[in-house]
Structure formats: structure tokens, C-alpha cells
């Protein structure tokens, strides 16, 4: 595999088991890895009548989270030997995984399902269904509760 | 490698005087299975579903009745919360870490800065991190690729996908699945027989073609099976039962309200027993243009 490989996390454990099989099909290929989280748009905080944090500061806060997790992430590949890059986006999960596909030049987006009760901007399997319909390379998807991880 | 690429930094903490039912709870709400408990803002133990279970009603009927039903309502967490746990910070080596996870039989180790918890270190987090280090050894690729293929616009590319993914001197299996669609409109007027031998010549026809897919000369080990019934239950079936690495599939285009309806990629991707490849016909033209 060349190129680079689109990997979408949102931040539960059992998204991160796609990291796995991305780490076998990268290792010694020279593919470099976008680790891509999306957050929602941040909201304005307000404690009564007073402003506690306007949105970019929110959004920048959630960025600043999101990369501290993702650079885990690219620890853990790094070890491999596999360059990485860091991505935050903030917006609509399908759309912002669209645009970094488009952005990277990705030829494969990665990603794993979640287990229920997902957060919003969590990979659920409606999304990984409007993903198939609309990513233009192949998708690689692990589904929660697999028996055998890689 | 250090305790802080591992670690988690979201997590919720727990007080000593909350009930273990509601300790369960929120525990079951986060997905995790052990949980700090504070005191003010240090560390003064952590309380793992474990404790929670040893802790509530016998799990023998017999045993259970006669103990009140309320159990966990009425305990907190002080009642089971492990004391006397060790910390680790953030620069610890995960080694470290490992060994007092195994030493000490814990579920979790706080991470704290100073006196604060800044993160839990899990028994997962590092049974995670081991795998990886183990699988590191082996070659890029999959062991074992399953390509489904249904000689549509999409089997070049999710062909030419799966031989890239399979790893040098792996095995990659292409099978096709023949779909009597028609049997249930002929089945009242034809003789089983004849039925079962139209399924047959269309079941040579699929292994003559798939032979003439073979044209990659990739230095796999080549399979070709052709079985005949639902393509995602055969698809399903024959992953588990080959113990496939990968399930290629590719993704046909879709125009109109079609577009809407799932198709086998979905299907597959619910259900597999392994990951999936969905691939777009267009895929190896795109992969070609890189």
C-alpha cells in the first residue's frame, strides 16, 4: 500500500481497534497515516447572564483535546516505523471526513464502529452507511464486538 | 514508551459516599470498568465493576433470596473501593505500569501529577499496547483475504484491492455466489432435477470465470470457490469458517432511490466476523492516478 490512509477515530476504545489493522497494512509501505477526529461545533457557554467561554475558544479547547489524543494514537503507530499526521475537524461528521479524504488524497478511509449508545460525531452504523455511499476509495470497517482483533 | 501515550485523560471520578448502585451505573454509562475514587483531590482508591459484583447479591439463586434486594442501594463505595493502590505518572514507562497491573491484580492504575489524577491506565490500555508490539513482527498485509465477487462493475477493483492487501505468500480466495433467484417461480412447474442442474451449469460457468480472473500473477495462494444460496449469508459463513483476515466486497453504483436501499457492503459490514473492504468500481482507476 502507498499513499495515505484516512483514519477516523472518535475517541471511544472501540473505535481505536481499526488503529491495529491500519498498523498491518501500513507497516513498511511508506503510506503515511491522517488520524482524523471530528468534534461538534462548540456552543457558547453562559452562566446566567454572563459569557463563560465563546464558541472559538470552545472549539479551540476541543481541538486542543483532540490532538492530545490523537498524538497517543501516532505514539503507538510511530512505534511501527508508519509517519502520521495529526487532524481535528469540527462539523458534521460525514462531511468532515469527506473533506479530509479530499484534503489528504486519501486512497483508503479506515474506521471501526462503536458499540451502542454513541456520543454525537461518534461512528455509528448509519454513518459508516452514508460513508459507503459517498467515499469515492475503498472503506475499511471493523464493526464493534469482533471476536478476533488484529 | 511512557504511561502517557496510553493513558486516559477523560474519564469521571467517584466519591467514597456514593451509593454502589449509582457507582454502576455511571460506570455502565462510560463503557469503563474501573473508576478512581477521590478524596478532596487526591486518590484514595479505585472501585472496579468487579468489586461492584463481588460486593451485590450472590449470583446462586438459592444464596440470593436471602439477601436484601437493595444491596447496592444501600453500600457505597467506600464498602468496595480498593484502597492502597498504586500510582504511576505520566513519564512512567508502560513496563512499569504493566508490572504493578499484574502484581497487584489491578483492573486500573491512577496517573496522577503531584496528588491529581490526570489519567487511568487500564489493564486494556496495555494488553493493547502488548498486541500491537507482538503483531509488529509480522509483514505488512492480511493473512488470509475472502473477495467476494459477482463479475459486476465492481470485481476488477475489489479484486485488484484484495491482492494488494493480502500480505506476500498470503492466501486470497475469491468466491462467488450463484443466487437461484428463479427457483421459486419454476419450482412449482420443473422437476427438482432440472433445477438443480441449471444450478449446476451455473456454478461451472462462475469457476470458469473466476479461473479467468487469475490473470494478476501475484505469487498468492489462489482459491476459488463457488457456492450457491444468499451471497451475504455464504460470504458470512464461509469468512468465519476459513478464519478469513479480510472480506473484500465491491461497492456497485447506485442510481435513483436504489442509491438508498443497503446494499451487500452494509450487510456484511454489520455482521462479519472480520473487517470489510468495501471498494468502489472506480477504485483502481483512482488508486491508478496516485
Known sequence: ?150 | MRVKTLMRTRFSTLTPDLSLARARELMARERVTCLPVMHGSQVAGVLSVDAIRGAGPSVVPALARHEPPDALARLTVRDAMRVGVPTVRAETPVETAALLLADGDLEALPVVDGESPVGMLTRQDVLGFLADALDGDRGPGFDHVLVLVDFGEGTDAALAAGSRLARRAGRLTLLHVVTPRWRWLLAGAEPIGTLDWLVRQRRDRALALLRQLDRTGTPLDLGRIVAVGDPVEQALALAARLEADLLVVGRPVRRGLRRWRPGPAEALVARAPCPVLAVPPRSADHDAGR
Open chain 1, 1 to 150: 500500500m502507498q499513499g495515505s490512509v484516512l483514519v477516523v477515530l472518535d475517541g471511544r476504545r472501540a473505535g481505536e481497534r481499526i488503529v491495529g489493522w491500519v498498523r498491518r497494512l501500513a507497516s513498511g509501505t511508506g503510506a503515511t497515516v491522517h488520524l482524523l477526529t471530528v468534534r461538534e461545533p462548540g456552543r457558547l457557554v453562559r452562566a446566567g447572564d454572563r459569557t463563560v467561554a465563546f464558541v472559538d475558544e470552545v472549539e479551540a479547547a476541543d481541538r486542543a483535546e483532540g490532538l492530545t489524543y490523537l498524538a497517543g494514537i501516532a505514539t503507538r503507530l510511530g512505534v511501527a516505523g508508519i509517519p502520521t499526521r495529526l487532524d481535528v475537524r469540527v462539523g458534521r461528521t460525514v462531511e468532515a471526513i469527506l473533506d479530509a479524504q479530499r484534503d489528504t488524497r486519501a486512497g483508503l478511509v479506515a474506521l471501526a464502529t462503536g458499540d451502542g449508545g454513541a456520543p454525537r460525531g461518534a461512528v455509528t452504523e448509519a454513518l459508516v452507511a452514508e460513508l459507503l455511499r459517498r467515499v469515492p476509495v475503498p472503506v475499511l470497517i471493523a464493526r464493534a464486538g469482533l471476536a478476533r482483533a488484529a
